[in-house]
C-alpha cells in the first residue's frame, strides 16, 4: 500500500534555531501533501497544503515566514520552522493525497527549548 | 457548515464488546467519509471510509454505518480488543478537504 515516510521522528533544538522536517511518499506520487499540527489530546490542525511546483496555501492563522514548506518534486515536501521557539514544540504530520486517499507520515514530535 | 462532530470524547469499552463511536456532518457537499486509529506518538492511519452512496461497509471487525438524510456516520468495532486501545477520528472530505472530528480515546479493558 501507500507509504508516507516523515524524518525526523523527533527532534530538539534550541530556541531561535530552525529545524527542517521532511515527508516523502515512497510507492506513489504526490501532487497534493498536506501538513499538520496536533497538540496533545486534541485533533489535527491543517497548516497548509502545498501542490508540487508551486506555493503552499496556508490556513488563516499560520505564519508563512515561520512556517516555510517546499514542495519541490512529486515526493518530496519540506516543512522548516524557522527561528523555533517553546511555543512551536508540537507533533507535525504531513499527508500525501494519492489513488488510495491520504496516507500520513508518522510523524515529528519537535521540542524546542 | 464544516464542521464534523464526534462523539464520545473517550470510550471504555470491556474485551469482547462493541465500540461504538459516532459522528455529524452538516456540508452535504461531502463525498468521502474515512475513520482514522492513531496510536500515541504515531501519524493517524486509514482504518476504513465510505462513501455517501452506500449505507455501510464492513472490513473484519470495523463496520461504517452511513445515514445520509441525518448526515450522520458512525464506527462499530467488534468483538474489540486491548490492541484497539488508540484515538479514532472520524473525517469528511470534498475536493482535498478534509475536516476532522475532535477523536474519541478508546479504551478495551482486559
Known amino acids: 500500500g501507500a507509504v508516507v515516510s516523515q524524518h525526523p521522528s523527533w527532534v530538539i533544538c534550541k530556541s531561535g534555531t530552525s529545524v527542517k522536517i521532511e515527508c516523502r511518499s515512497l510507492d506513489f506520487q504526490a501532487t497534493t501533501m498536506f501538513w499538520y499540527r496536533q497538540f496533545p489530546k486534541q485533533s489535527l490542525m491543517l497548516m497548509a497544503t502545498s501542490n508540487e511546483g508551486s506555493k503552499a496555501t496556508y490556513e488563516q492563522g499560520v505564519e508563512k515566514d515561520k512556517f516555510l514548506i517546499n514542495h519541490a518534486s512529486l515526493t518530496l515536501s519540506t516543512l522548516t520552522v524557522t527561528s523555533a521557539h517553546p511555543e512551536d514544540s508540537s507533533f507535525y504530520i504531513c499527508?500525501?493525497?494519492?489513488?488510495?486517499?491520504?496516507?500520513f507520515g508518522s510523524g515529528t514530535r519537535l521540542t524546542v527549548v | 457548515q464544516q464542521q464534523v462532530k464526534q462523539s464520545p470524547q473517550s470510550l471504555i469499552v470491556q474485551k469482547g464488546g462493541i465500540s461504538i463511536i459516532n459522528c455529524a456532518y452538516e456540508n452535504t457537499a461531502f463525498d468521502y467519509f474515512p475513520w482514522y486509529q492513531q496510536f500515541p506518538g504515531k501519524g493517524p492511519a486509514l482504518l476504513i471510509a465510505i462513501r455517501p452512496d452506500v449505507s455501510e461497509k464492513k472490513e473484519g471487525r470495523f463496520t461504517i454505518s452511513f445515514n445520509k438524510s441525518a448526515k450522520q456516520f458512525s464506527l462499530h468495532i467488534m468483538d474489540s480488543q486491548p490492541g484497539d486501545s488508540a484515538t479514532y477520528f472520524c473525517a469528511a472530505s470534498k475536493a482535498y478537504q478534509l475536516i476532522w472530528g475532535a477523536g474519541t480515546k478508546l479504551i478495551i479493558k482486559p
Open positions: 499527508s500525501a493525497s494519492g489513488q488510495t486517499g491520504y496516507t
